[in-house]
Every structure is written in C-alpha cells, then in structure tokens.
C-alpha cells in the first residue's frame, strides 16, 4: 500500500526551535514582571468548576486554555495559514495512504509523562480507541475503524476517506494510558491530578483561578515563563480592563474600537493579532422562498454590500474584509483560489445591479422594487437581540438592499429560540451564521451549500441552513471528500467555488478570525501579522507551541 508521509522532515527544525526557546529561560519567578515574571491569561469565563479534564466540554481546564499546555496533540497545526504542513509533536509523523482511509503515527522519541513513565505509541493508540469506545469524547466525529499498535507506531483506519479531516486527527490530545484506562466514564471524570507530556504541570485551582508552572523534564526544553496563572473574569468588560491595565497579559475578547480601547493604553507593547483562517461569516439565505429563491435577487444584493464598511463599523475593523468574489478569505486560501478567479474582487455595482434585476423581469415603481409576479420585494433580516455586531452588519446590509429599491428589515430574536426554533429548521428569509473553519476551505463551503446536509423546511439541518439544492454542487463536494486524485480535488473545489459565485447560495461578508490580545512588556514570541505561525489564542493546541516561543522582552 502506498502512503503519502505528511512534513516529517521539519522534525528536527522544531526541536532545534523548541530548545533555542528553552535556554532562554529565566530564573525566580516575580508576578511584577521583567525576566521571570509570572504570565496572565485571562478569559471572560465567570465562575469555573473543579474540572481539569481535556475531554469534558466546559471543564475549567479547556475553558481557561491550561489544557493545552499539559496535554499535547499529535501535530501541530497553524491554524493562522491552515494550508501550511503541520509541525510534528508527539507524533514524529503521520503518513496516510491514497484514498485517506488509513494513518500510520510514528511518536516522538525520549518523551516522558509528567509522573516520569516513558511516553509510548501504546499511549497513542489508547488515546485514540478511547475515543472511538467512548462517542461522547468523539468530539471531532471521526468514523474510526480498525486502531492497532506494534509498539514502534499506530496504525488508525478510518470507515470513510478523510482527506479534509486531517487536521481534525492531528488536533487530538493524547492522555497517558496508565491512569485513563482505569477511569470508568472519561466524558464526566474531572482528572483531579491531570498528567500530561506537555511544558506545564498543574499546580494549583480555585473557581476563579489555576497556576500551572513550567515542567524541567519537558521534551522540548525548559520553557522561558516558570509559571502561567490562568484567570476567569465575569465578562467581557472585566476582562477588557484586566488587559488594558496590565493584570491579564494574554486572552481574547471581543473589544469595540480596540485600538482605542486597548492599544492606545500602551502602544509599544498591547497588541491584538486576528489570523484569519479560512472560517467566515455568511448571510445564509432562504432559497426556497421569495426573495431569494431568485437566482438574480440573490445576485444583485450581492453586488450591493460593501464588504469594507461592513467590517469597518460592525466589527470594528477587527474581522479581516474579505475581497475575492469567491469568498475565500485571502492570503489563508490562496492555495485553494481557483484560477478563474485570481485577482476578480468584490466592487459596489448598485446600477449593474439595477440591471441584471430589470433584464431578468423586475420593474420599479417609484423607487420600489417589484418582481416579476407583480409583488413589491420585501425580506426580513433576523439574529439574535444581543449580537450587536451580527445586528450592525444586518442594518448596513438593509441599506444596502434600499439601493436597489428593496424593502428589508430587521428583526432581532431570543438567541436560545434562533438556535432551536429558526436557523435548524430554516424559519427564516435571511440571517447572519458562521462557518467551520477547517484545513482547506471544504467546511467553509459545504456548511453553506452542500447538498449533503439538504432538509426539507420545517425539518432540522445540520448545516446548509438556507436548503441550496445543485447536483452538481453536491457531486463535487463529495467528490473532494474521498478522491486521492489531486487533479481531481482541484477540479472539484472550482467547482464548488463556481456555482459558490454564479448561483449565490448565501452571501459571504467577512472572514471569522481567531482574534487574540496580548503584550509584550514582559516576553516577546506572540505570533502576530508579520509572524503567523499559528493563531494567538491562548485555548487550542497552539498554546503549547506558543509559550515555547516566548522568551524575556531584555534578551
């Protein structure tokens, strides 16, 4: 069987990284800062519980981030520029064959558990079954088949092809088999005493706060920060100003005109770094009811925003602008931009719009618009009353259908029924949703329109909210999914970006970041827009290769 080896020859590089960071450790620990100072991270979590597990949803230890840096995932992926090749971690490597059904895993070598025992491909496999045993711990979904180990690598089988799920198996944190094969129900136990391979140790917990502190017998070296405290604030406000007066040095939180708020504070060392990833927010709309079930109303609407100003006043410019028709977020998918489409950008046409509305059967009357069957056009833009960035962009997004003579507005609704009651079953004409992510831009497009996911209205859907049916549309993304033809993928993902243009199943309007705010007064090695080697945040695998990274502001 021939399998395809994913990045292995970076193996060395990110060890030589990793102790190039490690000797620039500093000494005693000080919570006032300069070399050794103790490092803050805030999240605007309210009170926690005692729960350090990485696999309970809302446990403290996943909630405030610390998870990350004592459990480790296989590979490390940069989920600032997702198309770049993962970086070994536990794993040396990980080498898939033809049709991504099957993965062979080689673990790093000298890794050791913070209790001291050696770290094994035993433990990997272990990991890895104890998910597939246990559905509730599946998080990520992956169809798992066969999972064996010879003691030098695993070897994991998958019941379906998972080339854009690569990334989702790489992200998995590993536990050490000697403790977690003796817990009854991983899903619920709170692992009191959580033992990891990671560059931090559990220290301490209260419902407010945890203390992690470097562990000296980490594979990568010591790391330059000896001790993290991991602090929950009440909201958003108290963590805003947790971080503009130095208490908390690292977090993320939504921020309204940050530069104001937050970097004029201290610009020389606040920061606020926003990876763009390949995830976005999109306008899904209604295609089997008016207005939208007209290919030219969805289509000239398109050619009305202002993807600029919807970024500039809804998100406060924090949210990149997305400037492709196709509605890639650009540079996370420029590798993945079809050829027809390079260099073709989003421009306001509002009397080319006028255009194609009245070539295709609609009149005005006055400066109303009419369709075709004689009806004035109206819609309904709906999100939940408390999303004030949602209900700004919905607002611009009602202007700008005023300029082409329709009639829109916006309705604000309780936030638990649009979950249960609105988006699921499509009660709705338009409303504000985000996308996944993903390693390729495949979850960004088939959560918007692949048929897939089709559900009659009136029946719950998973994703393609709006119930875009195209066949061809349907064929490609499947085709994506399992052919190991790369020629074939390419073909089927303009495809997908051609109908995405021509047939406007929803309207992308910016891309959705993974946005961090942190300063450098006292270390330095943030990933930031001239460094992107993986996003900000402080709660995702990157974490443990982030405070790697950092060392003392002096050096």
């Not at 992926?77 to 993962?86: L, Q």
């Not at 530069?259 to 060392?269: F, G, L, M, S, T």
């Not at 927010?281 to 009811?289: I, K, P, R």
């Amino acid at each position: 069987m021939k399998f395809r080896r994913i990045a292995p020859l970076v193996a060395g590089a990110a060890v030589a990284a990793l102790l190039v960071s490690g000797c620039a450790a500093g000494g005693g620990t000080s919570a006032t800062g300069g070399d050794g100072a103790v490092l803050t991270v805030g999240m605007p979590n309210g009170t926690q519980t005692d729960n350090q597990s990485p696999f309970a949803t809302g446990s403290s230890a996943l909630s405030l981030g610390y998870a990350f840096v004592i459990y480790e995932p296989l590979m490390m992926v940069n989920k600032a520029k997702p198309s770049d090749a993962p970086e070994p971690w536990l794993a040396e490597s990980v080498t898939w064959n033809d049709d991504y059904t099957q993965a062979v895993i080689t673990p790093r070598s000298g890794v050791k558990w913070s209790d001291g025992k050696d770290f094994t491909a035993d433990d990997i496999a272990f990991s890895i079954q104890l998910r597939k045993d246990n559905e509730a711990i599946n998080t990520a979904a992956l169809p798992y088949g066969d999972i064996t180990s010879d003691g030098s690598t695993v070897t994991v089988s998958f019941t379906e092809p998972q080339f854009v799920n690569q990334a989702k198996l790489y992200d998995l944190l590993i536990v050490p088999e000697h403790i977690w094969k003796d817990v009854k129900d991983p899903a619920t136990d709170p692992n009191k005493k959580p033992v990891g391979t990671g560059p931090y140790t559990f220290k301490s917990w209260t419902p407010q706060a945890a203390t992690v502190v470097a562990n000296p017998d980490y594979w990568g070296g010591k790391p330059a920060v000896p001790e993290i405290r991991y602090s929950s604030y009440n909201d958003n406000n108290a963590l805003t100003t947790a971080l503009t007066t130095g208490e908390a040095q690292w977090g993320w939180t939504f921020i309204a005109d940050y530069e104001n708020v937050y970097i004029a504070k201290d610009p020389e060392h606040y920061h606020q770094f926003a990876a763009a990833g390949l995830g976005i927010d999109a306008l899904f709309l209604n295609n089997e009811t008016k207005p939208f079930n007209d290919k030219a109303f969805r289509q000239a609407l398109n050619m009305v925003l202002d993807r600029q100003q919807l970024v500039d006043v809804a998100t406060s410019g924090v949210n990149p602008a997305l400037t492709n028709v196709t509605g890639l977020p650009l540079p996370a998918g420029e590798a993945y931009l079809s050829a027809d489409y390079q260099g073709d950008d989003y421009t306001v046409d509002v009397a080319g719009a006028k255009k194609l509305l009245t070539d295709a059967g609609y009149t005005y009357d006055g400066d109303k618009l009419v369709d075709p069957d004689g009806t004035p056009v109206t819609f309904t833009l709906t999100n939940p009353a408390g999303w004030n960035d949602y209900l700004t962009a919905l607002d611009i997004i009602k202007t700008a259908a005023a300029t082409i003579g329709a009639t829109a507005e916006v309705q604000p609704a309780n936030a638990d029924g649009w979950f249960a009651d609105i988006i699921p079953p499509g009660d709705f004409q338009a409303s504000l949703h985000w996308t996944d992510g993903g390693s390729t831009p495949y979850d960004m497009y088939s959560g918007i329109f692949n048929g897939a996911y089709y559900q009659p209205l009136g029946e719950a859907a998973n994703w393609n909210f709006g119930r875009f049916k195209n066949d061809e549309a349907t064929a490609a993304f499947q085709t994506y999914a399992s052919t190991s033809d790369d020629a074939a993928r390419t073909e089927a993902m303009d495809t997908i970006q051609r109908i995405f243009v021509d047939e406007v199943p929803a309207l992308a309007i910016w891309s959705r970041p993974s946005t961090a705010q942190y300063s450098t007064k006292n270390y330095t090695g943030f990933p930031s827009e001239d460094d992107p080697y993986n996003s900000a945040q402080p709660t995702g695998q990157q974490a443990a290769e982030i405070v790697m990274k950092l060392k003392p502001t002096g050096d």
